[in-house]
């Protein structure tokens, strides 16, 4: 990586050492950071946007999937317990994250997600907190549940044709008052996952070209810590060479030394093996197209229709309406975001992080 793009790395990490620590000016005694943790606050490791993966399965076949969640024969659930131990390495090692994401896979294949959402918002060093559906399943009571008590956001991806239930999750999101956002962003194809012969040279023009997109991609996934969700299942499926320099090892790096070692990969890193997997022009690619790794069109369609079938293989069933929780009034913004007005009173950490 060139001095100017480690340059920008580091600043824009001091941007939101500074930010948590000017919020802090004029709150009331019992939420202001004295000058000791302030100071202590400047110098912590403070990230702009984390995804944590929960699993492996999904109920879409994408043939473009960033994810490579196709390549996975035998596609599973991350235990728990071992998602919480992770997550919990990564809030011990920062000061804060702006944005936290929780997806897949799909994530609301997971048994467990309200678990997580909670711990997170209990941390006490996330801004927000995000989880991502591809629009194919409703989620759980306990999922709703867990999102409201976060103040937490789903975001939507509308795949069209293959969203079959955007629309009944959007009327029940509004029925209780939770937010979210439906996402339509264009897709790019980065190539078909196989390794290609490039030099160091080449693989170094191409982390700088990927970095420099306006997409961010830090991951945490099955106790590791990756700089792109590509690196991180590339790794995992055993398609490129593991390099212990591609990635941070949360479960057997000593606790103190975790925070180093992703700044380390943050601000240093000149390229990953995973890039060899890349084409050197990305492409861009019809949204959710279905029909890869083995699967048909058609095959991939009835997959995602039969969302019932996908699920019971995990051991999940579908729920039926939740209850009706709290209301609350909805306010359209310009970037087609529904964000809620509930008046139910704030109890959680998580309600007052800046």
Request: hydrophobic share 40%; charged share 25%.
């Amino acid at each position: 990586m060139n001095t100017i793009g480690k340059a920008r790395k580091v600043a824009a990490m001091a941007r939101g050492s500074l930010r948590w620590a000017l919020s802090r000016v004029g709150k009331p005694d019992s939420e202001r950071a004295g000058l000791r943790t302030v100071l202590s606050r400047l110098t912590a490791l403070s990230l702009d946007y984390v995804e944590i993966s929960v699993t492996k399965a999904c109920s879409l076949r994408c043939a473009a999937c960033r994810h490579l969640m196709p390549y996975y024969d035998r596609p599973r659930n991350y235990d728990i317990a071992n998602i919480l131990r992770d997550a919990d390495s990564l809030l011990q090692a920062v000061g804060h994250i702006a944005m936290l994401r929780v997806l897949g896979g799909e994530p609301l294949l997971h048994r467990h997600l309200d678990r997580l959402l909670l711990f997170l918002g209990d941390s006490g060093k996330i801004g927000s907190i995000r989880l991502v559906t591809n629009g194919t399943i409703l989620p759980r009571p306990a999922v709703l549940r867990a999102l409201k008590a976060v103040n937490g956001v789903l975001d939507i991806s509308d795949y069209g044709a293959v969203s079959v239930q955007l629309q009944p999750l959007v009327a029940l999101l509004e029925r209780e008052s939770i937010a979210y956002e439906i996402v339509r962003q264009p897709w790019l194809e980065f190539g078909r996952p196989v390794s290609r012969q490039y030099t160091k040279n080449q693989l170094s023009q191409l982390f700088l070209k990927c970095t420099s997109m306006p997409h961010k991609c830090l991951i945490v996934s099955n106790g590791e810590f990756h700089l792109c969700a590509r690196s991180a299942n590339a790794t995992e499926l055993g398609l490129v060479q593991r390099r212990k320099q591609d990635y941070v090892d949360l479960v057997n790096t000593p606790r103190h030394r975790i925070a180093a070692e992703i700044r380390q990969l943050v601000l240093f890193s000149d390229y990953l093996e995973a890039c060899r997997t890349c084409e050197q022009d990305f492409r861009p690619t019809a949204t959710a197209s279905q029909g890869s790794a083995g699967l048909s069109a058609d095959a991939s369609m009835e997959f995602a229709m039969d969302r019932t079938r996908v699920g019971t293989d995990l051991g999940w069933q579908p729920d039926s309406t939740p209850d009706r929780m709290t209301t609350g009034r909805f306010a359209e913004s310009p970037d087609n975001m529904k964000v809620a007005d509930v008046t139910a009173p704030l109890t959680r950490r998580s309600d007052v992080i800046p």
